[in-house]
């Protein structure tokens, strides 16, 4: 054996005994931390740490996408003057030369709303039929009707109200969220996903949605299921205890922290908190899931069955999810895209989220939360004052989002769109300003809000962003 081969058989020795010893201390040292539920070491602090760019008025953010697109003209945007021309032609002067997705080239044709508008709450707010139970807390949201995209097709579209950019592959909004104020819950993610469906075409949701892009990993949204067990494999094997599982995550982990300095690779150090977070959860989930302990009347406010699937238990379960310190929770219900059928389509959809909508807002604000919760509630884009057969086409010119909770001055209506619902007029608003208003509530300033990524400063809002003044208290 030379000298070289000496050193190799050493080297490796070496690493043997240090990994050997290195395990012991370090699975003595973990598997008591986890097992005992301390709250302490491996919680992520967020780039902020204990403080905020500005005073924040929020802790956290509860997001319901409508999945689809849900129509403006059907929701919180009343035209009387649409429901004068229905059956018309469309004047050409509000679509010549415009971005049309289906309807391009095809008669077009104006299409008035097919329900009923009211006045509801002390400010008035005009909100359409189908929705009786949003309707009962008009005096706490603030309506944004002049809301625009750039994206016409549905994929894209949520790509963009996610991440701010038409480019797969940048951070979503919970991702940045969580990467700058991290997370208050030791033992469950920082940001959790929920789908559910019904009320038309359910168009497929994507986890890029959802992703943490050139942010390390562990800032991707953790998608829990509606029905059956919420995590795969969250229970162990037959015949694997709690304490044999514990052991088997310091062995990895004991490893991973070899390769971490050996390599300094920000995703090894990602890995070994994930690896820590899926064994609390193993203890956390279902605790969390478990509804037994929830008053009928609660229940009854919501309108669900524990574990049904459906939104409303969904919005339950973002309730209690909120109050054991997740950051950011996004709701999706897909059934919003109606092409055709939207007399006979749409209440159903609207039947799906306006009960659980509203209960969540209440539930929120009698037990103290709606003041450090952001809700918001809104689709990609909207839907064309033009008929598409029996329904409406994508549209980006103009639509309605409503925001709600802390900040927020409720009864309050922003923005409009023209006498048609075609483009945003009065103070159109970007995905960027939402964005943009979004973190301001946080307490973080979007411009200072930074990740540098392939040699540039990159930020949700990119180089806009402006504060939509007009629904802040």
Request: proline share 4%; aromatic share 8%.
């Amino acid at each position: 054996m030379n000298l070289s081969d000496f050193n190799k058989v050493q080297d490796f020795s070496s690493r043997r005994t240090f990994l050997k010893r290195s395990l012991s201390s370090l699975g003595a040292f973990a598997i008591g931390d986890l097992l005992a539920g301390s709250d302490g070491q491996n919680i992520w602090k967020g780039t902020l740490g204990s403080g905020t760019h500005i005073q924040p008025k929020v802790k956290r953010v509860i997001h319901l996408c409508m999945a689809g697109g849900p129509s403006h003209l059907e929701t919180f945007d009343y035209k009387p003057e649409l429901e004068k021309l229905h059956g018309q032609a469309m004047p050409e002067s509000f679509t010549k030369g415009e971005q049309l997705a289906q309807l391009q080239g095809s008669a077009l044709r104006v299409m008035g709303p097919e329900f009923g508008f009211e006045r509801h709450g002390e400010s008035g707010m005009m909100i359409n039929n189908q929705f009786p139970h949003i309707a009962s807390v008009a005096d706490d949201i603030a309506v944004v009707r002049s809301m625009y995209t750039e994206q016409i097709n549905h994929d894209p579209a949520h790509t963009f109200f996610n991440t701010g950019s038409i480019i797969p592959g940048r951070p979503c909004m919970g991702a940045w969220t969580l990467y700058g104020l991290g997370s208050v819950s030791s033992n469950l993610p920082g940001y959790v996903v929920l789908t559910s469906e019904g009320g038309g075409q359910a168009q497929p949701i994507s986890s890029k949605q959802w992703h943490n892009g050139f942010l390390p990993s562990k800032f991707q949204g953790v998608q829990l299921q509606s029905k059956g067990d919420p995590v795969y494999y969250v229970n162990n094997p037959n015949g694997i205890n709690r304490d044999a599982q514990g052991d088997l995550i310091n062995t990895i982990n004991g490893l991973n922290h070899l390769h971490l300095e050996e390599s300094h690779d920000r995703e090894i150090a990602a890995r070994i908190a994930q690896y820590e977070l899926a064994f609390k959860m193993q203890a956390s989930v279902p605790e969390l899931t478990d509804f037994a302990n929830e008053p009928q009347h609660v229940l009854d406010l919501y309108g669900c069955q524990p574990g049904d699937g459906s939104f409303a238990s969904n919005c339950l379960m973002a309730r209690r999810l909120a109050e054991r310190g997740v950051r950011f929770i996004q709701l999706y219900h897909r059934g919003w895209d109606h092409h055709g059928g939207l007399k006979q389509n749409f209440p159903v959809a609207a039947k799906h989220v306006d009960q659980g909508t509203a209960a969540l807002i209440k539930d929120l604000k009698m037990r103290g939360m709606l003041d450090d919760t952001l809700v918001i509630w809104g689709g990609e884009f909207g839907r064309t004052p033009m008929a598409q057969g029996t329904g409406r086409d994508h549209h980006i010119k103009g639509f309605s989002v409503f925001f709600a909770g802390g900040g927020i001055k409720g009864g309050t209506v922003y923005g409009s769109t023209d006498e048609l619902g075609y483009a945003a007029t009065e103070h159109p608003t970007s995905i960027h300003d939402l964005h943009m208003t979004m973190l301001h509530l946080l307490g973080v300033d979007h411009k200072q809000h930074t990740f540098r990524f392939q040699g540039r400063d990159f930020r949700l809002t990119d180089v806009h962003g402006h504060l939509i003044k007009g629904i802040l208290a």
